[in-house]
């Protein structure tokens, strides 16, 4: 079992920026693929980005491409999600989440979910 605990949301204006981390406890996180997902109020959680288990692969998708990166500090058991140039609309609730053997953008393809942190964007 891994334990995932984000950190780092909060409200911030249009054109900002924050970095969001997740930290796992449990086991190590280096085995596993890490996606970022988000859900705003009554939408479906959709896939931000992902990192593999090895960091040497990334995907983000289309919405946030060029201002969005994902990285990992597995020495810190540590995946970090850096949003820039953040827009009123992607105010949600953003979770991390733990996968083994590789990368996938679908939910349910994820074992393991942390609690969330709320990042909201004024305008």
């Known amino acids: 079992q891994v334990q995932l605990v984000e950190s780092g949301g909060g409200l911030v204006q249009a054109g900002g920026s924050l970095r969001l981390s997740c930290a796992a406890s449990g086991r190590t996180l280096s085995i596993y693929g890490v996606g970022w997902f988000r859900q705003a109020p009554g939408k479906e959680r959709e896939f931000v980005g992902g990192i593999s288990a090895s960091g040497r692969s990334t995907y983000t998708a289309d919405s946030v491409k060029g201002r969005f990166t994902i990285s990992r500090d597995n020495a810190k058991n540590t995946v970090y999600l850096q949003m820039n140039s953040l827009k009123p609309e992607e105010t949600a609730v953003y979770y991390c989440?733990?996968?083994?053997?590789?990368?996938?953008?679908?939910?349910?393809?994820?074992?393991?979910w942390g609690q969330g942190t709320q990042v909201t964007v004024s305008s």
């Open positions: 989440a733990a996968k083994l053997y590789g990368l996938g953008n679908g939910k349910d393809e994820y074992d393991y």
